[in-house]
């Protein structure tokens, strides 16, 4: 079965450190990778994906994911947490061969303190 | 322009009432989708259309209903509301269909309540 796991369901950091959100993953084949976020009242909204090449993928607003396909794991990562980057995280994959469906993480809650 | 549009926002059925979540792209994307969102769980599927004409059943089709009216539109139908429908519904979407590195476009979502 496909499958994608976020062990942790909160995440607690304060401003101005670095700050890791873990994914792993079980999908048959190279799947495509993807993080989304999550505010309060919102819907989610695109942050990076992965999709061949470099491991270590670029996004928005400062954050960045690095690809382990070794460990099948797609950790998000940010050098410095803001505030404001306090939200809801989810990892989501695409595998190639599993029609069009998308399969989502449970969901990591961060909260970055001031 | 607007994105993925879903209305209503909000929600309160009684249980065995029906109604119809809609929801629309201005994108002129081909692919749509319908999630529900409960705590702890994630996304999880219910109904997608791949294209226009076309729909298939997600993780958790059962008690729903969809219609792709057209490219933009994708409507979910709740036809006998339980308590166990409560959730939070999103509706997506993306460009093309398979094989695809697409990122999906989320609506705001529709808070429903089943007392």
């Known amino acids: 079965a496909q499958s994608v796991a976020q062990p942790e369901d909160q995440v607690n950091v304060a401003e101005g450190n670095p700050l890791t959100v873990k994914c792993t993953y079980s999908?048959?084949?190279?799947?495509?990778l993807f993080w989304y976020v999550q505010y309060p009242n919102r819907g989610l909204q695109f942050l990076l994906k992965?999709?061949?090449?470099?491991?270590l993928v670029k996004g928005s607003y400062g954050f960045e994911a690095e690809f382990n396909k070794s460990q099948t794991s797609f950790h998000l990562k940010k050098p410095s947490a803001l505030v404001s980057d306090s939200a809801l995280y989810f990892c989501?994959?695409?595998?190639?061969?599993?029609?069009?469906?998308?399969?989502f993480g449970p969901g990591t809650r961060l909260s970055v303190l001031p | 322009n607007a994105g993925v549009t879903q209305t209503p926002k909000f929600q309160v059925l009684k249980t065995g009432q029906s109604m119809t979540l809609q929801c629309a792209q201005d994108?002129?994307?081909?692919?749509m989708y319908w999630y529900r969102q409960d705590p702890g769980m994630g996304l999880r599927l219910i109904y997608y259309?791949?294209?226009?004409?076309?729909?298939d059943k997600g993780e958790v089709p059962n008690g729903y209903n969809v219609s792709r009216l057209n490219k933009r539109e994708f409507s979910l139908r709740l036809e006998s509301a339980a308590p166990s429908q409560t959730s939070v519904y999103f509706c997506?979407?993306?460009?093309?269909?398979?094989?695809?590195?697409?990122?999906?476009?989320f609506g705001p979502g529709t808070r429903l309540t089943v007392l």
């Open positions: 997506a979407s993306t460009p093309t269909g398979l094989p695809s590195y697409n990122e999906q476009f």
């Open positions: 259309s791949a294209s226009e004409g076309t729909t």
């Open positions: 989501a994959v695409r595998p190639l061969n599993y029609g069009q469906n998308f399969v």
């Open positions: 992965y999709i061949t090449g470099d491991n």
């Open positions: 994108m002129n994307h081909n692919s």
């Open positions: 999908v048959s084949g190279n799947p495509y």
